[in-house]
């Protein structure tokens, strides 16, 4: 069966600092990826998505950049976090079109 | 722009008694509708879906209803159980690369 690994699971950082998440995906092959972001209170924002090994698509402009070097490995990245980067990032894998998408458990990420 | 509605931020219901989550959505584009359930600190679980060229689907205790006319879709949980306390989601979407647009989520509260 598939499974979606994120980590870490909380992460608290210092405005300015550099960020990387990471996301690997188990038991399936060429899968669609995608980070969303959580902020309090809101939604559930598509940040990313890839079809592809270094293929990356951008859904809204943003502090943030995403990168695919391996064909199960999903990575958010941020040179310098900004306040307002706090929030809960989710990563998920999906097939073709119209099936669901699966979750991984997330990072609460926080900035100070 | 959000593309994707809830409404309601929060539903309390009796055990018992039937609960309705509703969600409202724009893109009359969307091929394929999901509900996903989430509790804290971990990431969305699929509960069911429905495609648009469906009105109505049923898995044990969870019906999806949809009105394409009014692009509106439904949840129904009977009975609600005090488990079904979550996080509800609804996302609309399914092709264009399987991405997928949120709600804001309800938390639904099933009393005991």
């Known amino acids: 069966s598939q499974t979606i690994h994120q980590w870490p699971a909380t992460l608290v950082q210092p405005v300015g600092s550099p960020l990387s998440l990471e996301c690997t995906v188990e038991g399936t092959s060429n899968p669609n990826l995608y980070w969303y972001r959580q902020a309090a209170g809101r939604g559930l924002q598509l940040l990313f998505y890839s079809v592809g090994i270094g293929q990356i698509s951008s859904e809204v402009p943003q502090n943030l950049s995403a990168s695919r070097p391996q064909d199960r490995q999903f990575i958010l990245s941020s040179k310098k976090l900004l306040l307002s980067d706090s929030g809960f990032y989710l990563c998920?894998?999906?097939?073709?079109?119209?099936?669901?998408?699966?979750f991984g458990d997330g990072t609460r990420l926080s900035i100070l | 722009d959000q593309q994707v509605k809830q409404n309601s931020p929060s539903l309390s219901v009796q055990e018992g008694r039937i609960s309705i989550l509703n969600c409202d959505y724009t893109?009359?584009?969307?091929?394929?509708f999901l509900w996903y359930k989430k509790y804290p600190a971990e990431g969305p679980t699929f509960l069911i879906s429905i495609s648009s060229i469906k009105d109505k689907n049923e898995d044990g205790r969870f019906t999806v209803f949809l009105n394409k006319s009014a692009k509106h879709l439904s949840l129904h949980i009977v009975p609600s159980q005090p488990g079904d306390s979550a996080v509800y989601f609804c996302a609309g979407g399914g092709n264009n690369f399987n991405k997928f647009y949120f709600g804001s989520g309800t938390k639904l509260n099933v009393k005991p």
């Open positions: 998920a894998w999906g097939r073709q079109e119209d099936q669901p998408q699966h």
């Open positions: 893109n009359s584009m969307f091929d394929y």
